[in-house]
Nanobody, 122 residues
Framework: QVQLMESGGGLVRPGGSLRLSCTAS????????IGWFRQAPGKEREEVAC???????TYYSDSVKGRFTISRSGKNTAYLQMNSLKPEDTAVYYC????????????????WGQGTQVTVSS
């Protein structure tokens, strides 16, 4: 069964850090683009960061640029390092995969996991 699983979320104070993990089972993430997306209550899923499967080039939304870093490790895991977290980063975070290169459009991605909740609050 092809599946992605997110982990690493939690409650953190403003200015704090978290590292999210995305692990693939049933297949490898090698050569796939990987994206992190988030969805806050009442809002649509939005892109956060993506890494291309062909050359590991990265894309970040303006709201997280300079604070978040996407990376991959081995064939089955990707990470999202989140620093200087803000209350507006509060959301459920999802990872997805895509064969499309150089895209961070949510509709291009699939194999969504259950998500991991990130709450930034004092």
């Amino acid at each position: 069964q092809v599946q992605l699983m997110e982990s690493g979320g939690g409650l953190v104070r403003p200015g704090g850090s978290l590292r999210l993990s995305c692990t693939a089972s049933g297949f490898t993430l090698e050569h796939w683009s990987i994206g992190w997306f988030r969805q806050a209550p009442g809002k649509e899923r939005e892109e956060v960061a993506c890494i291309s499967g062909s050359d590991d080039s990265t894309y970040y939304s303006d709201s997280v640029k300079g604070r978040f870093t996407i990376s991959r490790s081995g064939k089955n895991t990707a990470y999202l390092q989140m620093n200087s977290l803000k209350p507006e980063d509060t959301a459920v975070y999802y990872c997805g995969d895509a064969l499309v290169q150089a895209s961070c459009i949510p509709s291009h991605y699939g194999d969504w996991g259950q998500g991991t909740q990130v709450t930034v609050s004092s």
